[in-house]
């Protein structure tokens, strides 16, 4: 039996254009269960697909996107003629409308790595649909029946001890085209801390339990308001935060690098999570405040993973990416710029205005955010900022706020604006407000856009003069003459006017100008 797991995450409608240097670890998670069992199994993009002949000799297909990727999961399914068609990822979290919209047969809800399990055992490993009385045994399922979807109970959220006893593939990277060049998610940690609540368009009774309750307090709301900001879905999905160990994640990132990756990073809603599951076990960690970050175990990984030779002689990165402010104190940003300095590392704003942050459920407020990014400046690092446009709650006032937000922000040493669209989510507090219309309908939008791109073009001007150490990726598809790369340490793309086929090399390049606000141009300087 063989296994085809299609990654679509971000394609939307066919093509990924603002993520192609962007690799995510669910898919090789779920390659991991396979190949635990001796089943092999092969993760391809969903591009290739749409743009080739369909792979042969797979007994299964399994799709993972989110919910902007139904139209090209639809287009793969369309052309899949073996055996089940699975679908999971943050799609399924409203699960009829993946299976009906993509044709797949079974959606998996939420973590999968147990569900998957107990579907092998029921005869998914044969390359068979288990009977629908099989399928009505296993947790965190939705299928087609005779009458209609069914879903079954949802599974509740892993223990870190069974999150930690499966193992991603680290061999399945090979399956995706950019693998030597793009950022690989390797997770450290899964799970959100922020079980604050959404108080817009709620009849909230303020009772107060979800900012000021215990931890097992926390956990639910009386009015079952989901938790968390409220254009997220994460807590909801996969519960409070459970960290991996360190040593796995070590041994992970070190069998990448020998398959030829370069760029890591180490994935987690917030990275600051990490090891505080331990500081309040066996309570589930449900206070995105308190206690302080785990220095002690943050610590231990960051110099572990400092300590492999491709880190030290710097022809391989590690990265950080998400940050709440709330837990980024002194202590914090100077553990951080210990290990990290000169590395790009992203920190939510969302919003400018300190009521509409409230009223969202945010963890932490805009006055935090900014005294975070001047800390985490001071300590050597690279800030950049996310914000949201259109969302719930969005007047000229907010607007105003957020456009001081994001030109203060830079005041305080942030390095790039980070601008996103408001979505609808299933199993968010806003899954009923209609997602956010394009800047170019909405004047408030606009300004936001224009704000953050005026910043965007002033750091990328600084930029000119310095040099960057980059690994190429591939050929411009505008240009032929000029190759594709990306910094070691993340940061805008660069291209490099050359002939050599140097894709999957690590070189330093000289920042000679600027192409656009996504865009620098460079020039070879020396090669590694």
Same mark, same amino acid.
Request: glycine share 10%; charged share 25%; aromatic share 6%.
């Given at each position: 039996?063989?296994?085809?797991i299609?990654?679509?995450l ?6 990924r ?8 670890a669910g ?9 635990s ?8 993009e ?17 799709t993972?996107g989110?919910?902007?990727d ?14 089940p ?6 799609v ?11 044709g ?10 147990e569900?998957?399990?107990s $579907? %092998?055992d029921a @005869?998914l490993s &044969?390359g068979e *649909? ?8 296993? /947790?965190g +399922? ?10 079954t109970?949802l ?7 069974t999150?930690?006893?499966f193992?991603?593939?680290t ?6 085209v ?9 997770e ?6 922020n ?9 909230c ?16 709301c009386?009015?079952g ?9 994460v807590?909801s ?6 960290s991996?160990?360190a ?5 992970e990132?070190?069998? $990448? %690098?020998g398959? @030829?990756?370069s &760029?890591?990073? *180490? ?5 600051l999570?990490?090891? /505080?599951? +331990?500081?309040v ?12 970050p785990?220095?002690d ?6 110099s572990?993973?400092?300590?492999i030779?491709?880190?030290r002689?710097?022809t ?8 709440k ?19 790009p590392?992203s920190?939510?704003?969302e ?8 009223l969202?459920g945010?963890?932490s407020?805009?006055r935090?955010?900014?005294r ?7 300590a ?6 996310y914000?949201?446009?259109g969302?719930?709650?969005?007047t000229?006032e ?7 937000a ?21 199993m968010?507090?806003f899954s ?6 394009p ?6 939008s606009r300004?936001?856009?224009?704000a953050a791109t ?14 960057i ?7 411009y598809?505008?240009?032929?003459r000029?190759?594709?790369a ?15 086929p ?6 330093d390049?000289?920042?000679t100008g600027?192409?656009?606000e996504r ?10």
């Amino acid at each position: 039996m063989k296994a085809l797991i299609v990654d679509a995450l971000a394609s939307g409608k066919g093509e990924r254009k603002a993520t192609r240097d962007a690799i995510g670890a669910g898919p090789r998670a779920i390659a991991g269960i396979f190949e635990s069992r001796g089943i092999e199994a092969s993760i391809i993009e969903a591009e290739t697909i749409l743009t080739g002949d369909f792979p042969r000799g797979f007994d299964l297909l399994l799709t993972s996107g989110m919910t902007g990727d139904i139209p090209t999961i639809r287009k793969v399914v369309s052309r899949w003629r073996g055996g089940p068609a699975l679908i999971g990822g943050p799609v399924t979290s409203n699960p009829e409308q993946a299976l009906r919209k993509t044709g797949c047969e079974i959606a998996v809800i939420g973590e999968g790595e147990e569900t998957l399990s107990s $579907l %092998l055992d029921a @005869g998914l490993s &044969r390359g068979e *649909l288990p009977d629908e009385n099989s399928l009505r045994e296993i /947790r965190g +399922l939705a299928f087609n029946a005779d009458n209609g979807v069914k879903m079954t109970q949802l599974r509740r959220v892993m223990p870190r001890q069974t999150l930690d006893g499966f193992t991603p593939s680290t061999s399945a990277i090979k399956g995706y085209v950019l693998y030597r060049s793009a950022r690989v998610y390797v997770e450290v940690l899964r799970g959100c801390s922020n079980y604050h609540r959404a108080l817009l368009g709620r009849d909230c009774e303020s009772c107060g339990i979800c900012r000021n309750g215990d931890l097992v307090e926390r956990y639910d709301c009386p009015l079952g308001t989901p938790p968390g900001c409220g254009y997220c879905s994460v807590p909801s999905l996969y519960g409070p935060p459970k960290s991996r160990s360190a040593s796995r994640i070590k041994d992970e990132i070190v069998a $990448l %690098l020998g398959e @030829g990756v370069s &760029r890591v990073v *180490l994935s987690a809603p917030c990275f600051l999570d990490y090891g /505080r599951d +331990l500081l309040v076990e066996p309570k589930p960690l449900t206070d995105p405040r308190s206690p302080e970050p785990n220095y002690d175990e943050i610590e231990k990984l960051l110099s572990s993973l400092a300590d492999i030779p491709r880190m030290r002689d710097e022809t391989a990165a590690f990265m950080i990416e998400n940050l709440k402010a709330s837990l980024v104190t002194e202590k914090t940003a100077k553990l951080l710029g210990r290990y990290l300095a000169s590395t790009p590392v992203s920190i939510g704003f969302e919003t400018g205005s300190e009521a509409h942050s409230e009223l969202m459920g945010r963890p932490s407020t805009p006055r935090e955010t900014l005294r975070a990014i001047g800390r985490l400046r001071r300590a050597g690092m690279k800030p950049y900022v996310y914000f949201i446009h259109g969302l719930p709650g969005q007047t000229e006032e907010t607007v105003d706020e957020t456009v001081k937000a994001i030109e203060g922000s830079m005041d305080e040493g942030a390095e790039r604006t980070i601008l996103y669209r408001f979505q609808s989510l299933p199993m968010s507090a806003f899954s009923e407000y209609p997602s956010a219309p394009p800047t170019i309908r909405d004047s408030g939008s606009r300004r936001i856009h224009e704000a953050a791109t005026k910043t965007n073009m002033r750091a990328k001007d600084n930029m000119v003069g310095k040099i960057i150490r980059v690994v190429v990726a591939e050929r411009y598809d505008r240009d032929k003459r000029l190759l594709v790369a990306y910094p070691l340490k993340h940061g805008p793309v660069v291209l490099i006017e050359s002939p050599q086929p140097w894709e999957g090399k690590v070189i330093d390049v000289e920042v000679t100008g600027v192409a656009s606000e996504r865009i620098i141009r460079g020039k070879p300087v020396a090669m590694f």
